[in-house]
């Protein structure tokens, strides 16, 4: 296991930090990754790594921008360390789907691809299983 995961993994409350996905549902850790890559000349330190599930991991790679689909800008993505999560995301309870409310939060839904049919189906069958939005009745 990754020596970082227990500071990191406790500061996410075991979610992914960019999805919110929750920990506990899966069979295996999140991964701590770096929120800026070393290749992008970030830093190897906590301030710079996150909780991510596979998927969000898997997408963001090793991207620190994204194109806002609304403005076709490009801009950075979500920095979980410098930026609150509901400033540039809400879930939308009738659909599942993370909805990004600013250029950084779409850009990030986007190249994170959040709302994704495994995505959505999966955040679907977690609330009605009230595990999800995390802290709504299965914490």
Same mark, same amino acid.
């Given at each position: 296991m990754n020596p970082r995961y227990p500071l990191v993994a406790q500061r996410a409350a075991h979610q992914c930090e960019y999805c919110r996905a929750p920990e506990a549902l899966f069979n295996l850790p999140f991964e701590v990754e770096h929120i800026i890559p070393p290749i992008h000349r970030g830093p190897d330190e906590d301030s710079n790594w996150a909780l991510s599930c596979r998927s969000c991991n898997l997408y963001k790679s090793a991207h620190i921008e994204g194109v806002d689909p609304? @403005?076709? @800008? @490009?801009?950075?993505l979500f920095h979980p360390r410098q930026s609150l999560w509901a400033d540039h995301f809400r879930l939308e309870a009738s659909t599942a789907s993370i909805v990004g409310l600013t250029a950084t939060g779409r850009a990030t839904v986007a190249r994170l691809q959040m709302n994704s049919p495994a995505q959505v189906?999966?955040?679907?069958?977690?609330?009605?299983?009230?595990?999800?939005?995390?802290?709504e009745g299965g914490d």
């Open positions: 609304e @403005t076709r @800008t @490009t801009v950075g189906a999966a955040r679907r069958q977690w609330a009605r299983l009230h595990l999800f939005p995390p802290g």
